[in-house]
């Protein structure tokens, strides 16, 4: 292992070794730990020399994502759009499970990057090849959101559940407390209606796997309907 890394360390510097290093310290120990002092110690450089590179911590962010995006598998060739779109957008929630700091890091961007950004052109061309038009591929797009890059946003800011020391104070998970059931009856009943499993969410909250592929199916047999049915937003009621 030390030979390893010394032979890594001898390796000229490059922008991709930077973004492939960075992603590999965020997903040992979190985006919060990233730093471009402790980038540049893990690849025995001088923080200076990072800046060759990559301007500053957001275009490094940036480059990160797009490391991560792309490793989202390729759309299957010769498939209906259906089984693309969900066989893509599951691919997408193993790649955040495997870096579980990229949901929050790409709605922290102000614009998509340039992986996103193919990414989410791909899937609106397969829709567009499937036979949606593109006032049914625009709503459509609108009604995925962030579930077509693999996660489910959460209703609530989880950040402002941090303590003190900036990390985030786990929920209970037998339900609202007895004051706040006894006040909010139907909450309190449908928070103990299911088990999650807190080994397949992304992200914070319950967004687990058999949580996200429900609503992943549901939105997608919903727009299978509206397609065949031939649907466009010029008859919708006013």
């Not at 930077?18 to 965020?26: D, K, S």
């Not at 980038?39 to 940036?62: R, S, W």
């Not at 693999?150 to 037998?174: C, I, K, M, N, Y």
Request: with cysteine; net charge negative.
């Amino acid at each position: 292992m030390a030979e390893q890394a010394e032979v890594l360390r001898r390796t000229p510097l490059s922008r991709g070794r930077i973004l492939h290093a960075a992603v590999a310290l965020a997903d040992e120990a979190g985006i919060e730990s990233l730093s471009m002092r402790n980038l540049a110690q893990e690849l025995g450089v001088v923080p200076m020399a990072l800046y060759k590179h990559v301007a500053n911590k957001d275009e490094l962010l940036d480059g990160m994502i797009d490391v991560v995006v792309d490793e989202i598998d390729p759309p299957v060739r010769h498939a209906d759009w259906k089984h693309v779109l969900r066989e893509r957008i599951l691919s997408a929630r193993q790649m955040l499970r495997r870096h579980p700091w990229a949901p929050l890091a790409i709605e922290s961007r102000n614009m998509a990057t340039p992986a996103v950004l193919a990414y989410l052109d791909s899937m609106v061309g397969t829709l567009r090849a499937g036979g949606f038009s593109a006032d049914l591929t625009h709503h459509v797009m609108h009604a995925m959101g962030s579930r077509i890059l693999g996660f489910s946003q959460e209703l609530f800011d989880v950040s402002r559940r941090a303590g003190r020391s900036g990390t985030t104070q786990p929920e209970p998970s037998e339900g609202l407390p007895p004051e706040a059931a006894a006040r909010f009856p139907h909450l309190a009943e449908i928070a103990t209606a299911a088990l999650h499993d807190d080994a397949s969410v992304v992200g914070q909250g319950c967004d687990d796997q058999f949580e996200f592929e429900f609503a992943l199916d549901l939105l997608l047999d919903g727009i299978e309907r509206l397609q065949q049915q031939g649907w466009t937003s010029s008859r919708r009621p006013r």
